[in-house]
């Protein structure tokens, strides 16, 4: 119960009308005093008719007019002579004198919060002015305890009222909650989780009904949500199948164009001019044919392991990589450098970090390769506090604005005439299972420069606590 919505509203209520009965209590309980003093007042002064009738009383019926009264003495000021009408020994001094004059509401509040906390009996003086203009002022003594008493059963008499005036308006607004809010709600819960348990079921989105306005605009929130989630949905799963038909194909493919790859080696050996002036285009078009089916299914896999990090040497890798593109650059007119210094290390997967650095260097001397004319790609490497930088350069062409545009974009970003595009979006992916990200730092005709980030913190963990 105190933990649902109309549970705490049902207490807050509660909470805050005893609140606002408190805040009225205090000024009630000073008007009870001031009624209470005034009706004594107008006691005494219908004891003091009495007087007036007769100016010769019997003691005995003079004591009962000031029990009566509830005081001890009377005086009456007509005109300008103060008069003791009646009068009675007074147990003790005079504690303090109230003038119903011309008291304020702050003094009035003061005074009775002072007797509501003061438990002793005390003989107070009270002065007004006489009803009917039967004189000028009266003047009474009277003990503080009746008074006390009287309070206090008009308070507790006004708490429990207030106690039960709270818990109604409470059932009240918590009925009215139940059925204004929390209903609506619930029925916007059951809505998601039905939309959670079958997305693709159009019965599980939401039909805006609610009659508050927020919740009617919460529902048709979500109800464009539900809509376009489904349709994204729809669209994955398309995408899903389109792409385990594309496998298929390029697997399929891929091992046909091996055994076509095979014969065109064949073919190369015929001695006719014109075999020999066709094959090379010929074993060109196939293997870029294979390339293309085997980037395909390499980026199609979902299950790429994630990176083993391990503390590794950069410039063995880097190594491995430059002799690898010397082989097959083969005419030597791109230079390939390896500017890593031979004591870095870091923390990478061997074999990911091979496959980004291959891609990046191979990608570079092919667009130096296309220009006909010499050039350079070099490979370096620095290390600060917080990563280690990798920048492959190279003084090719540059990248032109559309291959800019979608860069690490699958089947878009190539550059190469017969390129896949997946080189740069696998390398990407890869870096970013180390933690890591490539950019761009410039292109232009004095040449491209790739950078690889990757955090030295060894998890978010460390970065988080750094």
Not at 174 to 180: E, I, M, N
Not at 229 to 253: C, N
Not at 283 to 293: E, F, N, P, Q
Not at 388 to 409: C, M, Q, S, V, Y
Request: aromatic letters at 4%; glycine letters at 6%; hydrophobic letters at 50%.
């Amino acid at each position: 119960m105190l933990n649902t919505l109309s549970g705490r509203f049902l207490i807050l209520t509660t909470v805050f009308v005893m609140l606002a009965e408190v805040l009225i209590f205090v000024p009630s309980i000073a008007r009870f005093r001031v009624d209470y003093l005034n009706d004594r007042l107008e006691r005494a002064q219908i004891a003091s008719l009495a007087l007036l009738a007769d100016d010769m009383l019997e003691t005995d019926l003079e004591a009962e007019l000031l029990r009566n009264a509830q005081v001890f003495n009377i005086v009456l000021r007509r005109d300008e002579m103060r008069q003791l009408m009646l009068s009675s020994p007074i147990p003790e001094p005079i504690a303090e004198t109230y003038d119903l004059r011309d008291a304020g509401a702050v003094m009035l509040i003061r005074d009775a919060l002072i007797r509501l906390f003061t438990p002793e009996n005390q003989i107070v003086r009270v002065i007004g002015v006489p009803t009917l203009d039967a004189g000028r002022l009266i003047e009474v003594t009277m003990e503080t305890a009746p008074l006390r008493m009287a309070m206090i059963d008009y308070g507790l008499r006004v708490l429990l009222l207030s106690a039960v005036i709270s818990v109604f308006t409470a059932v009240l607004l918590f009925v009215a909650v139940q059925r204004v809010l929390v209903r609506p709600i619930k029925g916007v819960v059951r809505y998601m989780k039905r939309y959670a348990a079958a997305p693709e079921d159009a019965r599980g989105i939401i039909q805006p009904h609610a009659g508050v306005v927020e919740l009617r605009e919460a529902e048709e929130a979500l109800q464009m949500l539900q809509i376009e989630l489904t349709q994204l949905l729809k669209q994955r799963e398309r995408m899903a199948q389109l792409g385990g038909a594309v496998a298929k194909v390029s697997h399929d493919l891929r091992n046909i164009l091996t055994s076509a790859q095979l014969f065109t080696d064949r073919i190369e050996a015929i001695e006719d001019p014109r075999v020999r002036r066709l094959a090379p285009k010929l074993v060109g078009s196939i293997t870029r044919a294979v390339t293309l089916c085997e980037s395909t299914l390499a980026f199609g896999r979902a299950e790429e392991p994630p990176p083993a990090l391990r503390l590794v040497g950069l410039a063995a890798i880097a190594e491995d990589v430059i002799e690898s593109e010397r082989l097959a650059a083969g005419n030597g007119e791109v230079v390939l450098e390896n500017a890593v210094p031979s004591s870095l290390q870091l923390r990478a997967d061997p074999e990911q970090l091979y496959r980004v650095l291959l891609n990046l260097v191979r990608n570079a001397r092919q667009a130096i390769e296309a220009t006909r004319r010499p050039g350079t790609v070099t490979l370096s490497a620095r290390e600060d506090d917080e990563a280690w930088w990798i920048e492959i350069a190279d003084t090719g062409p540059g990248l032109p604005a559309k291959a800019r545009e979608n860069l690490f974009t699958p089947f878009r970003g190539g550059v190469r005439a017969g390129g896949a595009g997946l080189g740069l979006a696998i390398s990407a992916e890869l870096l970013r299972g180390h933690g890591g990200r490539l950019d761009l730092v410039r292109t232009g005709e004095a040449g491209t420069v790739f950078a690889i980030c990757l955090p030295r913190a060894a998890s978010i963990a460390d970065v988080a606590e750094a």
